[in-house]
């Protein structure tokens, strides 16, 4: 057996025994929070702390009062919603101002600046408007869940918590590109369900982020040099304070909706800026790369960080290993590896999809019967990645550089 043939099938173990041991890890996540105040309700907060809900815009008339609609329809008695128009040349002020008109909504407001990017509209909107004890971030695109803040409350009652991350769900999903997507996200909430029991979470998303005022001001808001404004964000928190006694961890029952990229050339550029973002924003933080520091959780910094460019170094031998499974298939005349393959990635979406706890039966029943094809959706995916990622390593400069931004926004194309 040739050395490239040994090499792929020890990635191709490892990545198995990888998503076997995830798996595991999100189960007892599941089995924490079942058995914990965060997801019974059980301990109520007597107070109601107020959140400040920042939604950063450009060029979203198409979308905005959707969202609106939903941050107005929120079960929660103190929160207030600040849109900050970063230099839009539509129709955006015009279309907030409205609602807030209509609905008579006083705790609606609407900052206007010139463009000067996200994470800058952002820090505006905390240090001149924001009154609240705890900052939420929300794209202009996305919807959240009625009880969003009073599920978020209860995670922060646990004072070690500095951040949480919403249980993003896909919109659009009666397509190829939204069902792809939506398989996709639920796989990956099981890692944030992992990487959180195991205290190796360094990734809040920007949409639904969640984090206490005083830590932002503490760190010193967002930063913004990166085009991933939210991982970067992350990244510094655990940084600066640690993450032992500074926790921060995905909340599957705080539930926001998002809409996904409709064609391929949207994916592409979505799966570009975050690879590239991430690669600027560990750049940024690589001390904390196998550092042996007391308020880092070893896992993080001594396997997980590392780990993460080990995977990209490995990934670029994926068409290798695809090369690999067909050549055998050829040689032996045999599709026992292709069908393995579909075998082993249809069982695990299977049973990610059977045990997700916010599906609707029904949606369980269809997500079920695409879920024999779900290889072919990782493919997909992983080919965009695998351009993102050829894409960033032909930028370097950029990721090294950290060269200051000028305001740009990357949109995914919105249907409305």
């Known amino acids: 057996m040739s050395i490239l043939a040994i090499t792929i099938i020890i990635l191709g173990s490892i990545n198995v025994l990888r998503m076997a041991i995830f798996f595991i890890l999100s189960d007892l996540y599941d089995m924490q929070l079942a058995s914990s105040h965060i997801a019974t309700g059980q301990k109520s907060a007597k107070r109601h702390p107020k959140f400040s809900i920042i939604v950063a815009a450009h060029n979203e008339a198409k979308v905005i009062e959707r969202t609106l609609q939903s941050l ?4 929660y008695s103190n929160f207030e919603v600040i849109v900050v128009d970063d230099g839009s040349t539509d129709h955006t002020s015009f279309v907030v101002r409205s609602f807030i008109k209509q609905n008579k909504t006083k705790n609606f ?15 505006q909107a905390i240090t001149k408007k924001a009154k609240g004890k705890f900052i939420m971030s929300l794209d202009a695109d996305s919807i959240v869940a009625p009880d969003i803040l009073a599920r978020a409350l209860t995670y922060f009652q646990d004072k070690k918590i500095v951040g949480i991350a919403s249980n993003v769900r896909i919109i659009n999903t009666n397509s190829f590109m939204g069902l792809m ?4 996200y639920l796989m990956g909430h099981r890692l944030k369900k992992a990487f959180s029991v195991a205290n190796m979470e360094y990734v809040i998303g920007g949409i639904g982020a969640i984090f206490r005022r005083d830590i932002l001001f503490q760190v010193g808001l967002y930063d913004t040099d990166t085009v991933t404004e939210d991982i970067d964000l992350t990244l510094k928190i655990i940084n600066r304070l640690g993450n032992t006694d500074h926790l921060v961890l995905f909340a599957p029952d705080v539930l926001c909706f998002t809409e996904a990229p409709m064609t391929f050339k949207g994916l592409f550029r979505q799966r570009f800026r975050w690879k590239y973002g991430r690669f600027q924003s560990l750049f940024k933080n690589r001390s904390l790369f196998f550092n042996f520091s007391s308020k880092y959780s070893k896992l993080l910094t001594l396997f997980y960080l590392p780990f993460i460019l080990f995977s990209e170094l490995t ?8 090369i690999f499974i067909f050549y055998i298939s050829i040689v032996t005349r045999s599709t026992d590896s292709i069908v393995a393959t579909f075998v082993f990635y249809g069982f695990y979406s299977l049973l990610t999809i059977l045990t997700d706890e ?5 949606d369980k029943i269809i997500l079920s019967l695409v879920s024999p094809i779900a290889y072919v959706f990782f493919s997909i995916i992983s080919f965009v990645e695998y351009l993102g990622l050829i894409f960033s390593l032909l930028n370097l400069r950029g990721i090294f550089g950290n060269k200051k931004l000028t305001g740009k926004w990357e949109h995914v194309e919105r249907v409305g």
Request: aromatic share 14%.
């Open 181 to 184: 997507q939506t398989i996709e």
């Open 109 to 123: 407001f609407l900052l206007k600046q010139k463009n000067h990017g996200k994470a800058h509209a952002l820090n």
């Open 315 to 322: 990934f670029l031998l994926d068409p290798l290993f695809l």
């Open 72 to 75: 107005q329809h929120i079960q």
């Open 358 to 362: 916010h599906f609707r039966f029904s």
